[in-house]
């Protein structure tokens, strides 16, 4: 069964302050890693990853995908109150018709 | 450009009414539809998804059902609600190829049955 596995789950931290989410996971067939942030309702799509040590960037947010220790990070530099969300990672596998297995993702508030 | 939309955006129920929640994708054709549940935990559960008109499959066993009569229309239904059956539902549409399989989430619809 795939497995996703986000820490920590919940995260206070100040305006300014540079945060580092993690995601673990177990899946037979690898295909993509996928990371969402949510406010108030819907996931919104952030990045996808395929390939091991190729950096995705937008804005202050980046992440990179292990392959090789299966797990993803997610970094937040210089963040702001509005970057309070959920943010949730997860994975899909070959041959399941693009599905996406989800972790239970990590709670960020950002005070100011 | 594509836009998901899901109704309604919230609804209250009694326990054995049923339901029915609908989902319609625009700009897109032949997506692949997704249904989710969200409950406290925050974790997402995928419930059916669909590649084709007609074409549903069950992740896991309940006490909903999903129906998808158009090409870009996907809905939830149950004969019966039950407690359990409280949270948010989110229905999300991908091109399900092997280069984009990302997806994309509608509004969501806040159930709660009382």
């Known amino acids: 069964e795939d497995k996703v596995v986000q820490s920590p789950l919940s995260l206070v931290v100040h305006e300014g302050d540079t945060v580092t989410l993690n995601c673990s996971y177990e899946?037979?067939?690898?295909?993509?890693l996928l990371w969402y942030k949510q406010e108030k309702k819907a996931p919104t799509f952030l990045f996808m990853l395929t390939s091991s040590g190729i950096e995705k960037k937008s804005g202050r947010l980046s992440s990179i995908l292990d392959k090789k220790e299966l797990f993803s990070i997610l970094n937040i530099t210089a963040t702001q109150t509005g970057d309070s969300a959920i943010y949730l990672c997860?994975?899909?596998?070959?041959?399941?018709?693009?599905?996406?297995?989800f972790g239970k993702g990590t709670l960020l508030t950002v005070n100011p | 450009s594509q836009t998901i939309h899901q109704w309604p955006a919230t609804l209250v129920q009694p326990v054995g009414s049923p339901l029915s929640l609908e989902c319609t994708v625009e700009g897109t054709s032949n997506p692949n539809l997704y249904w989710y549940r969200q409950a406290a935990g925050r974790g997402l559960q995928l419930l059916f998804y669909?590649?084709?008109?007609?074409?549903i499959s069950s992740e896991v066993p309940q006490n909903l059902s999903a129906s998808r009569p158009q090409d870009r229309q996907f809905i939830l239904s149950s004969k019966k609600l039950l407690l359990s059956d409280s949270g948010f539902y989110l229905c999300?549409?991908?091109?399900?190829?092997?280069?984009?399989?990302?997806?994309?989430f509608g509004p969501g619809t806040r159930l709660t049955v009382l």
């Open positions: 997860a994975l899909t596998r070959g041959g399941s018709n693009y599905k996406l297995t």
């Open positions: 999300a549409w991908g091109e399900g190829g092997p280069f984009h399989n990302e997806q994309f």
């Open positions: 669909s590649v084709g008109i007609g074409q």
């Open positions: 899946v037979t067939n690898f295909r993509s």
